[in-house]
């Protein structure tokens, strides 16, 4: 008990104290490094995984394809992947944000691909019925059918990009993983935790987001908990 | 309006859906396509819009084939009604009742307004239109299907068993509202059902089809249930056939006798020189109090001192037809029906074996008919 209590106050005073809050080893440059390559990569893996998700999802061509893709995709350890891009590519940004928008892919493909698979096939039959085009179908009908899951796609990529994007630190790129690593070299355990810790609200900070986005963006009527009258 | 040359559809499988059909709908009634599964009632329904495209064949909307016509856009000037609704969850009903304006590129005001006008058509109440489809009722959802159809007011209705997915109480409702909405509308409506009796209630033509994809017969409801094709036709359209083409005969057509009705101040011994075991007590304006067995009666007195058994139905002979005239002699204690007049006031009565004599008289005027306009106006020409 007092072991813990200890380790919060050591957590607590290597965030309040000043030094971490300025210069390039500071909180707040270390999480712009983060937030960057982690956006980045976001947005890279939701431009593929999207596209594809959708366009698979509304043919119905491919699915086979996607799942392979995305479970070999998720059997690939993301360390391994930037060590290889690394020693293919040479020590730059390019190689991590590789490995990132790899991991990230996934998630948002199957997720995008199941949401508009699951929509019940009367409401897409209907929706050609009333005379919408195929375009029209997708966009009106499809996607704000499939958003809880394209959004929980988007948020799962989110969280393990924000979380993966530490290893960024071990071919010296920064972000916040640059906290962990050398707080592990220097066997300085106070770094170490301070660092996850960042991490971790940063984590949640993202998870705070998508649950806001969801209320706002997702139509009340597909929420399950609608009451019959 | 709608016409069908040889149409027919087969799949790579080698299923046969439609085969070789040729049909004409007329403009401004309701075409009902019945048989059992698999029979190609639902494929020669969406062979019209397009939603499946014939193997061979032409169909034609008001003498224009449809494949000139760009898929969408011919939908869109054909209303679509489906089993389950097919509502879109994710928009509340006045904007599910809007898409089809809002397709034609209508602007969102002039849309919603159109689809509130459309909520009340149907009978829903205007609270319902900033609800999700997920909070209504199965029978409700169907009527904004129906309402998001006429949308855009187009000339044609396609409707894909559209009751089937509710109960018979609130099928029974939806049908009646259909029919009086259709006294108001005139659209042309083409139907599917696997429902004999929803056909038969609701159609203005039937058109009967055999498993394989086959039109058995296409003629009016009454000349199916009196001349039926073949054995398929008999057997499909049921044993009963005989009852239910009573339904087509005006109650107003039921030779009625005055006999047995009396005022309840007549004296008892006037209701035994009547002749008959019952006899029909009525007040001053003929209302219909009762039935009283003769041989109960008092020795003396009047109708108002004998023991009434209570009435059973009567039948209206505005309105009703003689299929209602028929269940009510059937249930009366004395087996005759009671027929009244719009004011509730006794007319006369008629037993089952005089209700059989308009039969014979319908089935007269029918054959009549039927010899009279053979192939002119047949409904579809030549399958016959």
């Known amino acids: ?44 893996a939701a431009l593929i995984g999207l596209t594809f998700g959708l366009l698979v999802g509304h043919t119905g061509r491919g699915a086979f394809a996607v799942a392979s893709v995305a479970n070999l995709a998720r059997a690939v350890p993301t360390f391994g992947l930037v060590v290889l891009v690394v020693t293919l590519a040479g020590l730059s940004t390019t190689p991590v944000l590789v ?131 | 309006m709608i016409r069908f040359d040889a149409v027919s559809k087969n799949y790579p499988n080698g299923t046969t859906a439609v085969d070789e059909l040729s049909l004409e709908l007329a403009e401004g009634g309701i075409t009902v396509l019945v ?25 034609s909307l008001r003498g224009r084939d449809i494949r000139e016509v760009h898929a969408p856009e011919l939908r869109r000037g054909i209303g679509y009604v489906i089993q389950h609704a097919g509502l879109f ?33 149907v009978g829903l109440p205007s609270e319902m239109a900033k609800r999700y489809p997920n909070q209504l009722s199965g029978g409700q959802q169907q009527r904004v299907g129906v309402a998001r159809a006429l949308g855009a007011d187009p ?82 359209v049921g044993q009963d056939r005989g009852i239910r083409r009573l339904s087509f005969v005006k109650a107003a057509e039921v030779p009625l006798r005055e006999g047995p009705v009396l005022p309840e101040t007549s004296p008892v011994a006037r209701a035994r020189t009547v002749d008959e075991p019952w006899v029909l007590v009525v007040d001053e304006a003929r209302r219909p109090l009762g039935w009283a067995a003769v ?30 005239a028929l269940d009510a002699a059937l249930l009366s204690p004395s087996r005759l029906a009671v027929g009244v007049d719009a004011e509730g006031a006794v007319v006369g009565v008629a037993d089952a074996y005089e209700l059989s004599a308009v039969m014979a008289a319908a089935e007269a005027v029918a054959a009549e008919a039927a010899a009279g306009d053979a192939g002119a106006d047949a409904p579809g020409g030549g399958e016959r």
Not at chain 2, 90 to 106: C, E, F, K, Q
Not at chain 2, 222 to 233: I, M, N, S, W, Y
């Open chain 2, 35 to 59: 048989g059992p599964s698999g029979c190609g009632k639902t494929t020669t329904l969406r062979m019209i819009n397009r939603m499946v495209e014939p193997t061979a064949g032409t169909v």
């Open chain 1, 99 to 229: 490995a990132l928008v790899a991991l990230a892919i996934p998630p948002i493909l199957i997720n995008t691909f199941e949401g508009v698979r699951g929509v019940d096939p009367d409401t897409r039959d209907a929706a050609r019925g009333v005379g919408m085009t195929e375009w029209e179908v997708l966009v009106r009908v499809e996607v704000p059918m499939a958003l809880p899951l394209i959004l929980l796609g988007l948020r799962v990529a989110a969280i393990q990009v924000v979380a993966t994007a530490t290893v960024a630190a071990y071919p010296g790129l920064g972000g916040l993983g640059r906290f962990i690593v050398d707080g592990l070299s220097r066997n300085d355990y106070e770094l170490v935790i301070g660092g996850s810790t960042v991490v971790v609200v940063l984590a949640l900070v993202v998870q705070i987001l998508f649950t806001a986005l969801r209320r706002f963006v997702v139509s009340p009527g597909l929420r399950v908990s609608a009451s019959r009258t």
């Open chain 2, 155 to 236: 000339p044609v209705l396609l409707m894909d068993e559209p009751f089937s997915a509710v109960d018979p109480i609130v099928r029974a409702e939806l049908q009646a509202e259909f029919i009086r909405l259709q006294k108001e509308l005139h659209k042309t409506i083409v139907f599917v059902t696997h429902d004999i009796d929803e056909a038969i209630r609701l159609g203005d033509n039937i058109a009967v089809f055999r498993t394989g994809g086959k039109l058995a017969q296409f003629d009016t409801p009454e000349r199916l249930l009196a001349h039926p094709a073949d054995d398929f036709v008999a057997g499909f």
């Open chain 1, 1 to 44: 008990m007092n072991d813990l209590l200890n380790q919060i106050r050591l957590v607590a005073d290597w965030l309040t104290s000043s030094k971490q809050w300025h210069g390039d080893d500071g909180i707040p440059h270390r999480l712009l490094e983060h937030l960057t390559y982690s956006g980045l990569s976001l947005l890279f």
């Open chain 2, 295 to 324: 041989a109960g009666l008092p020795d003396t007195g009047t109708l108002a001192d004998a023991p009434l058994a209570p009435l059973g139905h009567t039948f209206s002979l505005v309105g009703d037809s003689a299929r209602a």
């Open chain 2, 89 to 121: 969850p994710h928009r509340t009903i006045l904007d599910n009742i809007a898409t089809v304006p809002l397709l034609l590129g209508w602007s969102r005001k002039k849309a919603r307004a159109r689809a509130a006008e459309l909520l009340e058509l």
